[in-house]
Nanobody, 116 residues
Framework: QVQLVESGGGLVQPGGSLRLSCVAS????????MGWYRQAPGKERELVAR???????NYADSVKGRFNISKNKVGNTVYLQMSDLEPEDTAVYYC??????????WGQGTQVTVSS
């Protein structure tokens, strides 16, 4: 079992920045990848960014150049630095962890609202 706790969401004006954090506890040593997904009202959940153990990141085309995913040295915390935020980035952001068995774990979600 893996527990994920997110923090850092909130209300920000267009062009602003936010940093999301996600701390994993439980079966940390079996985690293969961690990342962030988001779901806007009326839309399906979509991948924002993910990072695998060797540090290789993947980004959705819509956030490339604006968002940066990173993790701490221990490997149990993943961050999402979001810059130049747009109203279209408004969504609930979910932390995701995939363990080596292929099982997905999800955080409770944190709301990000970009509005003037």
């Amino acid at each position: 079992q893996v527990q994920l706790v997110e923090s850092g969401g909130g209300l920000v004006q267009p062009g602003g920045s936010l940093r999301l954090s996600c701390v994993a506890s439980g079966s940390r040593v079996s985690i293969y990848a961690m990342g962030w997904y988001r779901q806007a009202p009326g839309k399906e959940r979509e991948l924002v960014a993910r990072i695998i153990p060797n540090g290789t990141p993947n980004y959705a085309d819509s956030v490339k150049g604006r968002f940066n995913i990173s993790k701490n040295k221990v490997g149990n915390t993943v961050y999402l630095q979001m810059s130049d935020l747009e109203p279209e980035d408004t969504a609930v952001y979910y932390c995701n962890a995939v363990v080596h068995t292929g099982t997905n774990y999800w955080g409770q979600g944190t709301q990000v609202t970009v509005s003037s």
